[in-house]
């Protein structure tokens, strides 16, 4: 059995709350948060609580708070040498107190409040400074049917990165292509079947050999007429750079 | 019972050659291309040709051939007034020659070679110059399961080109994913739950609402921190340029 005190009551908190609490061998001993607000309603199930002095012994502790927090956060807490690890994709290992043993939890998926989150999609991103640490952490993982990863901190960086690019960007594309459709009176909705299948197709063929359309043929044809459709000059500004970047992977770029 | 012949042999005609050919009220009569070596697997179930002379009589011609080629073939047809459509979202209906009867019949999807379709999730947009040719276009859509949309030129225009920024973009966004992983050692295989939960949040989220991260966020440590680990100079303009984005559209841009 392994025995986890949560700390921060956010996305990733009440997420990784509720997966500990279904798995068979972990204990979620109690749940912090700065306000007991947003936990007080799962009193029933967990000890929650707002005193960090009132914390108990437990074998891992998990900060899921705002990464501008975890050091304050981890500096304040009354203990040494126990097993404390962040979930952030951004933040180093060594922002956590050095007092304690230190470690990092990453789960590298999006969350949000109301969407439920089958862990078998959430790989963990595993980091520790002391090597003993680990294995308890991947068992933490495993337990809640997570795929996991050790990971150093320039790689987690990268992976953090990197999805900012295919979530936070992608995201915004999906944006530009409501904003265009619907200025020509065009539905959003019939773009979700393609949405879902891009992505899909990302699952087993690399995006390289994905690739198709305008930009990789270099049809200056349909470029030219996509351009004088954008009327925003931020969106023309995006389809440019990312044609010119699709023309560089695969070699069509002439020059413009 | 709707008759129809095929023209052309590439991704689009080969995955609606397979779909009529199952669907119960469809009979596929004769499937021409230019050339037979594509299509001659396929002489037991259905007439192949390669001589446009042996055209037979059918209810609907569907030129799915590359957009070049539409006109010419159109143009080559040896008969008037007969119902003739292609499946281009960048072309015009008007591009078809005029002698015919005029329509296009768009799936909105990204096919490929190997990969099964089911058409569910293909939404045929569909544009007839006359009325009347309008219901025996979406009957043949309905036949294979699909949604179907009534569209004229403009919205058609604006779709293809939405499908360049959800599809093509999007795929390069996770092709330079796959860059900055690969270069730091990372495995892009941990982003690919990521960038099917991001497709999937946008089938019943707005991106407007579904948007985080740190570019919506303004959180200028961390965009900071992205820019210093980008070495590829094009890379961290499409990072600052879709930070950018990002901010305009949430009210979040401070000026840079
Ligand atoms: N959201 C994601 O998709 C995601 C994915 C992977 C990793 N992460 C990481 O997981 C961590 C938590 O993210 P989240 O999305 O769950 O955050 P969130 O939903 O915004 O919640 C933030 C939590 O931090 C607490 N907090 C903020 N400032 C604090 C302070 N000064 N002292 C104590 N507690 C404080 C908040 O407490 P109150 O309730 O009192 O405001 C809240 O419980 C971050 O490190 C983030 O980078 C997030
Ligand atoms: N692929 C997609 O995801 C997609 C999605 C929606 C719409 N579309 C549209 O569907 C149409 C077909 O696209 P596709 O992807 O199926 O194309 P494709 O796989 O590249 O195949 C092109 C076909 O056109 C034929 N062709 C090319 N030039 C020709 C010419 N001068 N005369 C006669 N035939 C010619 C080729 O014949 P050979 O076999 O002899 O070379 C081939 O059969 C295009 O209008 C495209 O815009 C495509």
Redesign the interface.
């Known amino acids: 059995m392994i025995s986890v005190v949560i700390l921060g009551a956010g996305n990733v908190a009440t997420h990784l709350f509720k997966a500990f609490n279904k798995a068979g061998n972990v204990v979620v001993k109690q749940w912090y948060n700065r306000s007991l607000k947003p936990i007080v309603t799962y009193k029933n199930e967990v000890e929650v609580i707002d005193d960090l002095s009132t914390l108990k012994n437990a074998d891992v502790y998990i900060i899921a708070v705002s ?1 501008d927090a975890i050091a304050e956060l981890s500096e304040q807490l009354p203990f040494e040498n126990k097993l404390v690890v962040h979930t952030s994709g ?1 933040v180093g290992v060594y922002d956590i107190d050095k007092k304690l043993k230190r470690g990092v939890f990453y789960p ?3 969350f ?1 409040k109301d ?1 439920e989150m089958d862990f078998k ?3 963990i ?1 595993i980091e520790t400074i002391d090597k003993k640490d680990y294995h308890i952490l991947k068992a933490l993982a495993i337990s809640i049917g997570s795929p996991t ?1 050790k ?1 150093n901190s ?6 953090h ?18 904003e ?2 619907e ?6 909705d ?14 087993y ?4 050999m ?7 043929r270099n ?1 200056k044809k ?1 470029i030219k ?2 351009l004088k ?2 009327k925003n000059e ?1 969106h023309k ?3 440019k ?2 044609t ?3 023309q ?2 695969h070699g069509t770029f002439k020059g413009q």
């Open positions: 990464d951004g590298l998926q999006t949000s969407a999609n959430v790989p991103c990863k990971v320039d790689q987690r960086s990268v992976l990165l990197a999805a900012v690019f295919v979530n936070n960007f992608t995201n915004q594309l999906y944006r530009i292509g409501h265009i459709t200025s020509e009176g065009a539905e959003f019939l773009l979700k079947p393609l949405i879902f299948e891009t992505a899909k197709k990302a699952q063929i690399s995006p390289y994905a690739q198709t359309g305008p930009a990789k049809d349909t007429k996509h459709i954008l931020q500004a995006i389809y750079l990312l010119k970047s699709i560089f992977t």
